[in-house]
């Protein structure tokens, strides 16, 4: 354990800046200060993403920015995701000239950070903290365990994720998830929340780890030191804010 420790030193500090710079911009708990955090995150993340899929369409960072603009005023933020789909679509039917490949980073990442800024409007800084334990938990625990121990590979789409890794990150996510648990939440509640989040999670990372083998990179980007690129640390949330998201206006 100490081996694996050290040699992901610069992971471990990265990631714990990461936290300390979080845990105080939740602390001072402003939805404008959410909102400018949130979309300078999206910018990078579209950035990344356009590397990804293999285009290069400036004009995307116009429509987002759009987008996230209005997400400021409307409080269900993700339903701006279909009204530019259908402007998309309707440009395109209408000129024939918008390049397609345009509607790949509205729904990832764009359409993800809009679900994060909704929970963040609907439910306060606390679902966000809640959502911050779930993922990182199943990111530690799957580390770890998989390093430790991890001996059964998952699928071919990450050859380093194993399913001792994957079970080891659901478990630590869920006691995590049991701790953070927002208020008016069972405890059976948290369980079930918290594991299907942390599910979410693991595939929001796969997904990440595929879009990279198609495009042939190892990681999305390197703005953040042994970590990579903000799409490579925000991978689990944009698919496990999603989840919660939907589960929690089910439940509350």
């Avoid at 005023?73 to 995701?81: H, I, K, M, S, V």
């Avoid at 929970?119 to 580390?143: K, N, R």
């Avoid at 069972?186 to 693991?202: E, N």
């Avoid at 083998?213 to 903000?230: C, F, Q, T």
Wanted: proline share 2%.
């Amino acid at each position: 354990m100490k081996e694996i420790i050290k040699s992901s030193s610069t992971r471990i500090k990265t990631g714990l800046a990461l936290l300390v710079g979080i845990l105080i911009i939740g602390y001072i708990d402003s939805f404008f200060l959410m909102w400018l955090l949130l979309g300078g995150l999206l910018v990078i993340a579209i950035s990344e993403s356009q590397k990804l899929y293999k285009m290069k369409v400036d004009s995307i960072y116009f429509y987002a920015g759009i987008i996230w603009f209005a997400a400021y005023f409307y409080p269900n933020a993700e339903d701006l995701t279909f009204i530019a789909a259908i402007v998309f679509a309707s440009i395109l039917a209408y000129t024939k000239t918008l390049d397609k490949k345009i509607f790949l980073p509205l729904f990832y990442p764009t359409a993800s950070f809009l679900f994060l800024l909704t929970l963040y409007w609907e439910y306060g800084v606390m679902a966000l903290l809640w959502l911050l334990v779930i993922v990182a938990g199943a990111d530690i625990g799957a580390y770890f365990v998989g390093k430790s121990m991890g001996k059964t590979k998952f699928c071919e789409t990450s050859p380093n994720k194993t399913v001792e890794g994957v079970a080891g990150g659901l478990v630590v996510a869920t006691l995590f998830g049991i701790v953070f648990a927002i208020d008016n939440i069972s405890l059976f509640g948290s369980i079930i929340i918290s594991l299907l989040v942390a599910l979410a999670s693991v595939f929001g990372d796969l997904f990440e780890s595929y879009l990279k083998r198609e495009a042939d990179v190892k990681d999305s980007g390197n703005i953040l030191p042994g970590h990579g690129g903000i799409l490579d640390r925000t991978d689990g949330y944009l698919f496990g804010g999603v989840v919660m998201l939907f589960i929690l206006r089910a439940v509350l």
